[in-house]
């Protein structure tokens, strides 16, 4: 089942463009790649889920290579309310237990 | 459409006590999870149930058990609280089950504080 990794913390400035890896050498065929947002004290938030190449919604981007083994969410032009964790999630939670599994996520902090 | 709808917000109990959190799903979702998220270890996953049957389980002592019913609300419950358990426990709701292009949604919380 896959299993995701994400680095621990991101710094990046108001107006900046960031993007958040996420690696997942084990994904599944049938397995979607779906980013949360967290703000503390509240549940995660869905952002943004896609299968291959790329994904575009009001808020974020996400690209997926043609191998499906990692994928990147793009933030434009983050501003202060943009730090948060970000979660990467494979599969669904048809995947079994290891599906349903979050990680620590990406501490991504914006500074003015 | 109202989302997902955790009671209480707040929780304070002893060590030894019992509590129970209650979960109401986004109206016509079928499967409910729950999560722990503590500081230290993130958001683990605690159990998952669909059609008021539990499906999956995480890695947690069987002082956590949970249920769903008919009307696919669910309810945790912990037993002999430790110190450990204080956490924010979160639930989820989707709209099915064994779909990987699943969307989760998540509600506010209970904040457990265990003295």
């Known amino acids: 089942l896959a299993k995701t990794t994400q680095p621990i913390s991101m710094d990046s400035y108001e107006g900046q463009e960031v993007n958040i890896t996420c690696s997942h050498n084990?994904?599944?065929?049938?397995?979607?790649i779906t980013w949360y947002q967290q703000f503390p004290s509240q549940g995660p938030r869905f952002i943004i889920q896609?299968?291959?190449t790329k994904v575009t919604n009001e808020v974020a981007s996400l690209f997926i290579p043609a191998d499906r083994k990692s994928s990147t969410l793009s933030l434009p032009r983050v501003s202060l309310s943009d730090t948060a964790v970000y979660y990467c999630?494979?599969?669904?939670?048809?995947?079994?237990?290891?599906?349903?599994?979050f990680g620590k996520g990406t501490h991504l902090i914006i500074q003015p | 459409k109202a989302g997902v709808t955790q009671t209480p917000r707040y929780l304070i109990k002893t060590r030894g006590q019992q509590v129970t959190l209650s979960c109401s799903p986004i109206?016509?979702?079928?499967?409910v999870s729950w999560y722990q998220q503590t500081p230290g270890q993130g958001l683990q996953f605690l159990f998952e149930?669909?059609?008021?049957?539990?499906?999956n389980k995480g890695n947690f002592p069987g002082r956590f058990s949970g249920r769903q019913f008919s009307n696919s609300r669910s309810e945790m419950n912990v037993s002999t609280l430790e110190l450990g358990d204080s956490a924010l426990y979160l639930c989820?709701?989707?709209?099915?089950?064994?779909?990987?292009?699943?969307?989760?949604?998540f509600g506010s919380g209970t904040q457990l504080s265990v003295l």
């Open positions: 989820a709701s989707s709209r099915g089950y064994r779909t990987t292009n699943e969307k989760l949604f």
């Open positions: 084990n994904i599944a065929t049938n397995d979607y």
């Open positions: 896609g299968y291959k």
């Open positions: 999630l494979v599969g669904g939670i048809g995947g079994g237990a290891d599906g349903l599994t």
């Open positions: 109206s016509g979702h079928r499967s």
């Open positions: 149930y669909f059609s008021e049957t539990q499906r």
